[in-house]
């Protein structure tokens, strides 16, 4: 769950930061992360001075906390009248939303790491409803929708792939692939799964919880926000529309019983066509069928796994 | 003082309407005892059984939308559009709760969270549900001849039916369900131990709270006169949450100040917000989502504990002198074959835990299982008393095979039990903590706790639970809660819980850990008066005196197979054992 809303909102913010540059714009992203990184700056400040840090150390950690926030402001700034190609300004936006992860989890959920996940649940929920409503005050409730990626459409045998398919296909391939052997090869990669199922053991063995924290919640940002630009040709994007999409890739991971990311591709294409489907048949019933759709799923994992306990 | 907070504050409450009080604060104190109505489905919900619901603004929908459709299509009188609303939201909250509570954590937020998403898109999209404009022109509520009005007509009923909930809520809370309710947060192992089906529980509790939302939307309806698609959709159910973590969860008049701080401020933040950002939007989300996360950091039990801190804390009145005795099972004659364990093997992947175990516990018996550290005995406890499947074998109990079935058959079959990792309510007193065994021998459910029809039980279970502790020597300390207690204490507290199910055979997991030399004696002086009273006693122990001295057989078991067996003599002259504990020599 936490993982949704992580993972929503920067799918919002990647599209209509891409949007926003596109148009010759600052966008507000810019803003909100500076405000962001100058409230966990703060906040450092505060902790630090009851810890009573030297002054220096509190110096050097908030450098460190503003320098990539405004580094990527003044690129931002520089850049955006500038109308430079596609990909510069995809990659000037994965760079300006990805940091939102760390800053989130540093300012809402750091101090919370050991509280249950019930209180973690509701945490989320406080961070989504903040979050919709800043994004709506630095994106405005305007919709946009993005150009392409690569125009170019193809016939293979009756079906008309457009490039955009194409590109966001082979992202989500190698998302899987990678994420896959991260967590799997990757020294690091097995640390953050050792934490997710034991913090104190993780802890003991010398992985630090917190810095894995920051690291799943870049990670979430990251996805999020890429997914929010590979997204963004094909809908109109508004700043609460991450939301949705979030639940619908939630919707997809619970076909797979959270654990396994090809069945979440399966289960993805699979609501991904039940929404096609009934948008062509039942247009009114679009989103009731999709949502409608996680209750067999969920009679099936009941079914198939009832003794999922937690203790 | 207690006594008469709440008589006061429900008298001012209803009597607000005769009071020279502007229109302005009627609706204000009308929409706090409607959120106050769904606030406490939450607090049951999430404060008290640990379980999250995003859906609760759909219930409220639900209730609404029913009640409009009804009286505006059908002209069907209130009473009866308040039972067909109810229905569905019984209905609809057996259906969400089937699929999702017996599965763990994020599926019933996940499912309730798609339930109103997809509802909300249903009210939208109807045609015979008006689409966006909802159903307009609803009659005003009249009762019994009476027309109520939207005013101050309406505001008696609001806060009658609040008000009754909340009492209902605290008779609940105070009961043998609901004190099996409150076990639900610390993780269904115990509660199933004791006899209680937790599915069956958290369903209860999702029921109550969907209800509790049906008839605050039954009210909104006739409230607004109109029903439309917004007020039901999910940041609402957010809201509501908000409104109960606000509130403090757990705390049931908790439920009331979260609606009314909610409710007071959320008209202030939507005048203010959009004149100081300088543009129009929904942005009292960004106060409430930082607030939110505020006071889980800052104040976890929320705004009622400001308030709560300064009122004595309930005390509960003995009123059970003279009770009559709850029923005991026939004791099993001594020497009967009581527990027949044959070859149980438990592997857990390649790891084989328990490998062919086979013991016997006869009628009478005190047997001991000890071993080194890893050996398997606490799994072994797990498989005898259903809290783990078995991979092969047979477990008996009084002949009958028992294995596969789940903990709390097994428990009101007379086999109880205590944790190596104490598993209790720390908010609950010791004497509560203690009745929680008594649940499979007494009988009362939720409606006869809110009606107060239990009392003559809770009598007997409370008297049961007092005798129990006596018996462990707790009795002094049984008004504490039981989170003041230091680990030894607690063990005994498990053992009186144990002992409160009325057991044929207790299973002790170390209950003799964190006790000091004289408490350890007391406690094998008590054990051995169990054993006198016909109660067969299977423990696990580390303690060579106090096993030796009190067990007629022991079994040793060392890397998941049974070493040997025999009398505390055999075992102790026995050089494979001494081999197990110390090593052997080279």
């Not at chain 2, 209680?196 to 529980?201: D, E, K, P, V």
């Amino acid at each position: 769950m936490t993982g949704v809303q992580t993972c929503a909102l920067p799918i919002s913010f990647g599209a209509l930061t891409l949007a926003l540059l596109q148009a010759g714009r600052v966008p507000g992203t810019v803003w909100f992360l500076l405000a962001l990184a100058g409230v966990v700056v703060l906040q450092d400040l505060v902790n630090g001075v009851r810890q009573r840090r030297s002054a220096l150390r509190l110096l050097a950690q908030a450098a460190r906390t503003l320098a990539w926030p405004a580094a990527v402001s003044l690129l931002a700034w520089w850049a955006a009248p500038r109308n430079l190609p596609m990909p510069a300004q995809a990659l000037l936006t994965l760079a300006l939303v990805t940091p939102f992860g760390t800053l989130i989890y540093r300012l809402a959920y750091e101090s919370l790491a050991d509280a249950s996940v019930l209180v973690l649940l509701i945490v989320s929920v406080g961070v989504h409803f903040a979050l919709v409503g800043l994004g709506l005050y630095f994106f405005g409730a305007e919709g946009f929708r993005n150009p392409s990626f690569w125009d170019q459409r193809f016939s293979l045998g009756g079906i008309t792939l457009s490039g955009q398919a194409l590109i966001i296909f082979a992202a989500s391939v190698a998302l899987i692939i990678g994420l896959r052997l991260y967590f799997e090869r990757s020294l690091a990669g097995k640390a953050l799964r050792a934490t997710a199922v034991n913090r104190l053991g993780a802890r003991l063995m010398g992985i630090s919880s917190s810095s894995a924290g920051r690291l799943s919640f870049t990670m979430a940002a990251f996805i999020g926000a890429l997914s929010g630009l590979l997204i963004g040709p094909t809908t109109t994007v508004f700043y609460d529309s991450g939301f949705l999409i979030g639940l619908k890739g939630f919707v997809a991971a619970v076909f797979a019983g959270l654990a396994s990311y090809p069945l979440a591709l399966v289960g993805a294409l699979g609501v991904g066509l039940l929404e096609s489907f009934s948008s062509f048949w039942a247009s009114a019933f679009k989103e009731v069928i999709v949502f409608g759709a996680i209750l067999p799923v969920l009679l099936w994992r009941s079914l198939r796994d009832p003794h999922a306990e937690d203790d | 003082m207690r006594r008469w907070a709440f008589p006061a504050f429900a008298a001012v409450m209803l009597a607000l309407p005769l009071l020279p009080v502007p229109d302005f604060w009627i609706t204000q104190s009308i929409y706090i005892g409607l959120y106050a109505l769904v606030a406490l489905g939450l607090v049951l919900l999430t404060g008290v059984a640990g379980l999250i619901s995003f859906g609760q603004a759909a219930f409220v929908g639900v209730g609404a939308y029913t009640a409009a459709f009804l009286a505006v299509r059908l002209g069907l009188s209130p009473p009866l559009t308040l039972l067909a609303g109810l229905a569905l939201c019984v209905a609809a909250a057996l259906l969400l709760g089937a699929l999702t509570l017996r599965m763990s954590g994020h599926y019933l937020p996940l499912a309730t969270i798609a339930w109103g998403l997809a509802l909300n898109y249903t009210m939208a999209n109807m045609e015979w549900l008006g689409k966006y404009d909802g159903i307009l022109g609803i009659p005003m509520l009249s009762l019994f001849g009476v027309e109520l009005g939207t005013g101050r007509g309406l505001h008696p009923l609001v806060w009658s039916l609040a008000l009754l909930a909340a009492l209902g809520c605290l008779r609940l809370l105070d009961s043998r369900a609901g004190r099996a309710i409150r076990a639900l947060k610390s993780g269904s192992t115990m509660a199933e131990a004791m006899g209680i089906s937790t599915f069956r529980c958290k369903l209860t509790v999702f029921v109550i709270a969907a209800m509790l939302a049906g008839v605050s939307g039954w009210l909104f309806a006739y409230f607004q006169r109109s029903v439309s698609p917004s007020p039901f959709g999910i940041n609402k159910g957010i809201e509501y949450l908000f409104m109960a973590v606000l509130g403090g969860v757990g705390k049931v008049w908790g439920a009331f100040a979260g609606a009314a701080a909610v409710r007071l401020t959320e008209d202030q933040l939507q005048v203010l917000l959009p004149r100081l950002l300088g543009t129009s939007g929904n942005f009292e989300t960004i106060v409430f989502g930082i607030v939110l996360v505020g006071v889980l950091k800052y104040a976890p039990d929320g705004l009622w504990s400001f308030v709560g801190r300064w009122l004595p804390a309930p005390q509960r009145r003995r009123d059970w002198a003279g009770a009559s005795a709850l029923p005991r099972r026939a004791r099993p004659p001594r020497g009967e074959a009581l527990l027949q364990v044959q070859a149980v093997r438990k592997q857990f992947g390649g790891l084989v835990a328990v490998n062919d175990v086979s013991f016997e516990v006869a009628g009478g018996d005190i047997v001991a299982l000890i071993g080194p550290n890893g050996a398997g005995k606490s799994t072994l406890f797990n498989l005898v008393t259903g809290v783990l499947p078995l991979s092969a074998g047979v477990v008996r109990w009084r002949g009958a095979d028992i294995a596969g079935k789940p903990s709390r058959v097994i428990a009101r079959l007379g086999i109880s039990r205590t944790f190596q990792h104490v598993k209790m309510i720390p908010e609950m007193t010791v004497l509560e903590n203690v009745a929680l065994g008594g649940y499979g021998r007494t009988r009362c459910g939720a409606l006869r706790a809110v009606l107060r029809l239990d009392r003559a039980e809770e009598r007997q279970l409370f008297a049961e639970a007092e005798a129990q502790l006596a018996r462990i020597g707790l009795a002094e300390r049984a008004h504490e809660p039981a989170g003041n207690l230091a680990l030894g204490p607690q063990r005994l507290l498990e053992i009186a819980r144990a002992l409160a199910t009325d057991p044929a055979l207790l299973l002790l997991d170390e209950p003799a850990a964190g006790l000091r030399h004289h408490e350890k004696q007391a406690l094998a002086a008590v054990l051995r008066q169990l054993k006198a009273d016909g109660i067969s006693l299977l423990l696990v122990e580390h303690d060579m005196d106090f096993v030796m001295g009190l067990a007629d057989r022991v079994v040793v078991m060392e890397f998941g197979t049974k070493l040997m067996e025999g009398t505390p003599a055999q075992v102790q002259a026995s050089p494979a054992v001494r081999a197990a504990y110390l090593g052997t020599e080279h």
